[in-house]
């Protein structure tokens, strides 16, 4: 059983930064890869941004330049930092971590219970 805790969310304004954090525990022994995705009212989820235990990163092109993520491998957490934020990035951001199931190259996802960001124009 893996649980993802989320934090950082809230009410910023236009061009404000806001930094969300995810912390897994629980049944870890290794996480292969570890992100942040959104989704906004009538809207799929989106993938924002991925690392991998290896450090390779992914963004979505709308945050590049903007987001960075990070993760502390000794803590299982991963970060977002968020700056110039716009209207458009409002959403529900959830946490995501894939673990690798026993030896075999099959993965499993888990959540986390999601963190509103809502900016302001």
């Known amino acids: 059983q893996v649980q993802l805790v989320e934090s950082g969310g809230g009410l910023v304004q236009a061009g404000g930064s806001l930094r969300l954090s995810c912390a897994a525990s629980?049944?870890?022994?290794?996480?292969?890869?570890m992100g942040w995705y959104r989704q906004a009212p009538g809207k799929q989820r989106e993938l924002v941004a991925a690392?991998?235990?290896?450090?390779?990163?992914n963004y979505a092109d709308s945050v590049k330049e903007r987001f960075t993520i990070s993760r502390d491998n000794a803590k299982n957490t991963v970060y977002l930092q968020m700056n110039s934020l716009k209207p458009e990035d409002t959403a529900v951001y959830y946490c995501?971590?894939?673990?690798?199931?026993?030896?075999?190259?099959?993965?499993?996802?888990?959540w986390g219970q999601g963190t509103q960001v809502t900016v302001s124009s």
């Open positions: 629980g049944s870890i022994f290794s996480i292969a890869a």
């Open positions: 690392v991998t235990s290896g450090g390779s990163t």
């Open positions: 995501n971590a894939r673990l690798p199931l026993g030896w075999s190259s099959k993965t499993i996802d888990y």
